[in-house]
């Protein structure tokens, strides 16, 4: 089946270490998005990349890193930076600028 | 810059009723218009969306909307809510060629038995 696999489901850091949460899609789309849900908040753009070895910053980027090495992976690493990282992540992706976003099933992160 | 409002956020409705959720965003230009429905801990699922074309958009379980380029708006409509329509409805809006979708805050749609 193509979708969008997200790991882990939910995970747990103590605070002031780095974690990265995974993401991997099949559906062979270019462009691929972190987002950021809060209560109440809808949801925020952390970062996307167009293509492979390309990314830009979203409205919330900061104490956030990414890389995007193959067309099919986009990691984000939650940093010691990010002030209040507890919140649910999701990933998506499309297959041009102008379609809908396939969403992964989220991460929970956490810290405590 | 583009905004999403979304007018209530938590709606109760009872079993076989019909509901309406409401959306409205602000863009000076052409813009697409998706519904997303989120299930506890899970992703979003596509409901709908207008790209162009018929106003009137249908989508799946039983959902539509009406894009109203005067009104700004892109209301969700279902004329017989079921309990497992109970979940979070989220607004979407993008501009042609832009990469970000904008999202509202949500409403929180409450099937009573």
């Known amino acids: 089946d193509g979708g969008i696999t997200q790991s882990p489901k939910y995970l747990f850091r103590k605070e002031g270490q780095n974690v990265t949460l995974s993401c991997e899609q099949n559906l062979n789309h270019d462009a691929m998005y972190w987002y950021r849900q809060d209560p109440g908040q809808g949801l925020r753009l952390i970062y996307y990349?167009?293509?492979?070895?390309?990314?830009q910053k979203g409205d919330i980027a900061e104490g956030y890193s990414v890389s995007r090495e193959k067309k099919e992976s986009f990691p984000l690493t939650v940093t010691s930076a990010q002030k209040n990282p507890t919140a649910f992540y999701l990933c998506?992706?499309?297959?041009?600028?102008?379609?809908?976003?396939?969403f992964g099933q989220g991460t929970r992160l956490t810290v405590v | 810059a583009q905004s999403v409002t979304q007018l209530d956020s938590q709606v109760p409705v009872f079993e076989e009723a019909p509901v309406e959720l409401r959306c409205n965003y602000s863009s000076s230009v052409s813009v697409y218009l998706f519904w997303y429905v989120q299930y506890p801990n899970q992703g979003l699922q596509l409901l709908l969306k207008y790209l162009s074309g018929s106003t009137l958009v249908k989508g799946i379980n039983g959902f539509e909307a009406e894009f109203n380029k005067s009104q700004t708006s892109f209301h969700l409509r279902k004329p017989s809510v079921h309990i497992s329509d109970t979940a979070e409805y989220f607004c979407?809006?993008?501009?042609?060629?832009?990469?970000?979708?904008?999202f509202g805050t949500g409403t929180r749609l409450t099937v009573i038995p």
């Open positions: 990349s167009q293509i492979v070895n390309d990314f």
């Open positions: 979407a809006v993008r501009t042609s060629g832009a990469n970000n979708l904008f």
């Open positions: 998506a992706s499309s297959s041009q600028a102008n379609t809908e976003a396939f």
